[in-house]
């Protein structure tokens, strides 16, 4: 009973938005849940929806929380770009943010007070700028006055608000261990130190702040693999059981950590780092069993990955495998090739037919045997019409050959006919002749 109070009190601050929305809701700042009555996902999703409408009314926040059944509505969600179920985006003015964070309410709410507010946050004292670091372990911060170099900032946050925060400052606002080379310029403040955004090494400033917005060393699932394609990086990631505590697979997560922290300068721009629980995902994603643990590379933005070919003792053995991996040295497996694209069909497909079998047999045996057995049935009637009628075939090609050879000999009459009128046209010496040799035969 206080579950079913908490889930319908926490329904009460979401709305359920019709037609009318498409019109009212640009007065507003709105976050909304596109949905369909029977996605799976959509309904696990529901009650954390309705926890972030009671938290986003508690807390004062400006931001609406509100549900769209998308099948009902098709034309709207359409007009948004909604494509997959369920789709969270928060509708700022003429501007549609989509969400792509875990679905968490935590998560959600970070993301929709991010966005609701101004794209550029200014920094005013050194005392906002320390409580600011404490609550953000990734921060972008502007420091200079008007320049191109700020309206490309500007430009960027509005397409990666949705990933981080974006702040501005005055050089005295920064801590004192901060040293530019030149003004303006733009920071990441990450790990416990900072990087300066160098226009030459680093390239477009779109590409390094979206390459730069995780953190060096990340606790990684496959959401957050995903995410990481998107940088351009190489992952080297720890693969361990987070429940074993034995040697090995704390020794191979530490490992990775120390190389993503004291060689920071030397790989950051092309790694990044972190430990994943489990095999099941990297098997998936490797079409392998890797045994765990241990340590691979994986190159998202073509599928390729790389193995350590000897026992990753130290982090000196790590960054030497490293470095093969960048000059070249290292040998790559996988690839988006023509073969792996096939093997990676027939993989998906067995894995399909092998988690429906785990998780029902029954209705594997039904789905798989049903029609299997139809099949097999109709190659038999097949097989089974062919060869009935080679039998009905030679037995008729035996019946007009007989026919045919009656033709050509005749009845017995005319062949009695034909041997009276040869023995007519015998002379009288040949019929004498003939007379002995048939009384010899007697």
Known sequence: AVVAHVVASGAGFVEDLDESFKENRKDDIWLVDFYAPWCGHCKKLEPVWNEVGTEMRNMGSPVKVGKMDATSFSSIASEFGVRGYPTIKLLKGDLAYNYRGPRTKDDIIEFANR????????????????????????????????????????????????YTYFFSASEDVLPEYVTLPELPAVMVFKDGTYFVYDEYEDGDLSSWINRERFQGYLHVDGFTLYELGDTGKLVAIAVIDDKNSSVEHTRLKSI????????????????????????????????????????????????????????????????????????????????????????RIIYDAKSTIMSVFRSSPLLGCFLFGLPLGVISIMCYGICTADTEGEVFEHEGAKKESGDRELTDEGSEEEQEEEKNGKYTELSDGELKQKDIMEKKKD
């Open 115 to 162: 966005v609701a507010g101004p794209l550029i946050r200014p920094l005013p004292s050194q005392h906002m700028f320390e409580h600011v670091q404490k609550r953000h372990r990734v921060l972008f911060v502007y420091v200079g006055g008007e320049s191109p170099l700020k309206e490309k900032y500007i430009e960027v946050a509005s397409e990666l608000i949705v």
């Open 256 to 343: 990775i950590q120390e190389v993503a922290r004291d060689y920071r300068d030397h790989f950051h721009r092309d790694f990044q780092f972190g430990h994943m629980d489990g095999n099941d995902y990297i098997n998936s994603l490797l079409m392998d069993d890797l045994t765990i643990p241990t340590i691979v590379v994986l190159n998202t933005s073509n599928q390729q990955y790389f193995l350590p070919d000897r026992h990753i003792e130290s982090t000196e053995d790590m960054v030497q495998f490293i470095n093969n991996i960048l000059d070249g040295t290292a040998e790559a497996q996988g690839g988006d090739g023509l073969l792996q694209r096939i093997k």
